[in-house]
């Protein structure tokens, strides 16, 4: 068994806990917490599971670390701290533990990573022998190893167009919906997730794993931005409202341009409520959907609807995301030391999982 840490209990975090729970070939071995209501809890309340785990957690680092845990599930946010995140991973990596976590954007595509993510990291596998893998859903697996995976169903490839369709109302992340995405918002407001160049900064990886695993050479990466204001205003089960004249709707594009051409597009369409921008593409049942779209002979369309947490299509995202990091987590011990990207890490079959309750 491969003794494993979650580190943090939050959306992903809770996620992890299940999944961890319910690996064969894992064993949790403790939960790391910020919230001092958190401390003593024990893992299975804190997963939301129907049962106790026997594992109460803990804020003590420092002592989780020094155990000498096998691996770690780092599940704290790395969207309004991303130095905290990585001083995080850094010191896991160090103690010798395979790292997993979809926290670090830059690290996605790892081999293009900034010096400031990727050094840190390198030199923390060289002085303690652990490992890191960065994934999630979008960025990650919907549009890294799902859509290379369906363009090898075609004869001829146009373009790979992998979607985000999302009612935002279910993402129970108030700061982020709100204040980096802006929905809510004056449509003056400047939301820091819609500058100009952060797309690129956080889908742009994606764009070159996916033009490397295709063998094609990016000319550059572009991007669109449409913003739509709600028409009325709208009451939100998590959130409360969102008034008449803000931000309610969202859709961008990060391109990969080759040969003067878009080819490989990643496109996010999000709401706050169906109302809005409904002439943009929608999910098929209007919460919430990944879609990879094959343009070429044939045509392909591929959409994923993932749910959890009581029908909860954002909780069943980030299951997913937790899954495929879970997923690597025996096959990470078994390698070499390192950094590692979604083009090196197999997703692999549920083995021994089939009937297995979490």
């Not at 580190?7 to 939960?31: D, M, Q, Y």
């Not at 961008?252 to 080759?258: C, N, W």
């Not at 980030?318 to 950094?339: K, Y």
Request: charged residues 20%.
């Amino acid at each position: 068994m491969i003794s494993t840490v979650v580190w943090g209990t939050g959306n992903v975090g809770r996620a992890a806990i299940r999944a961890v729970a319910a690996h064969p070939g894992l064993e949790l071995s403790a939960v790391l917490v910020a919230n001092p209501a958190k401390v003593g809890r024990d893992a299975g309340v804190l997963g939301g599971l129907d049962r106790d785990l026997g594992v109460p957690a803990t804020d003590d680092v420092a002592a989780v670390l020094a155990a000498g845990p096998r691996a770690v599930v780092y599940a704290g946010s790395g969207d309004m701290r991303p130095d905290e995140a990585l001083a995080d991973v850094a010191r896991a990596v160090r103690s010798g533990a395979v790292v997993v976590t979809p926290a670090l954007y830059p690290l996605y595509d790892q081999r293009n990573a900034p010096p400031e993510f990727r050094d840190p990291v390198l030199a923390a596998v060289a002085e303690g022998g652990g490992s890191l893998f960065v994934s999630g859903v979008d960025p990650g697996w919907g549009n890294d190893v799902l859509p290379l995976l369906v363009s090898g169903l075609g004869s001829v490839v146009d373009a790979i167009r992998c979607q985000e369709i999302f009612d935002y109302s279910t993402y129970e992340q108030e700061d982020s919906v709100r204040y980096l995405v802006g929905m809510g918002q004056p449509m003056d407001y400047v939301a820091p997730m819609l500058l100009e160049s952060v797309p690129t900064m956080v889908w742009g990886g994606q764009i070159r794993l996916m033009a490397r695993a295709l063998g094609v050479e990016l000319d550059g990466i572009r991007e669109t931005m449409e913003r739509r204001a709600l028409e009325s205003a709208v009451t939100t089960r998590t959130m409360g409202q969102f008034a008449a004249g803000t931000q309610g709707a969202v859709r961008f594009e990060v391109q990969g341009i080759v040969g003067g051409e878009p080819r490989i597009v990643i496109e996010h369409v999000t709401r706050i409520h169906p109302s809005c921008a409904p002439d943009w593409p929608v999910p098929p049942d209007g919460a919430g959907a990944h879609r990879v779209v094959i343009e070429g002979r044939p045509r392909i369309e591929v959409t994923v609807e993932a749910t959890d947490e009581g029908e909860n299509r954002s909780a069943g995202g980030n299951a997913t995301a937790v899954g495929r990091l879970v997923g690597a987590i025996d096959w990470l011990v078994e390698a070499e030391p390192g950094l590692y990207d979604a083009l090196d890490v197999p997703l692999r079959p549920a083995v021994g999982k089939l009937g297995r309750s979490g």
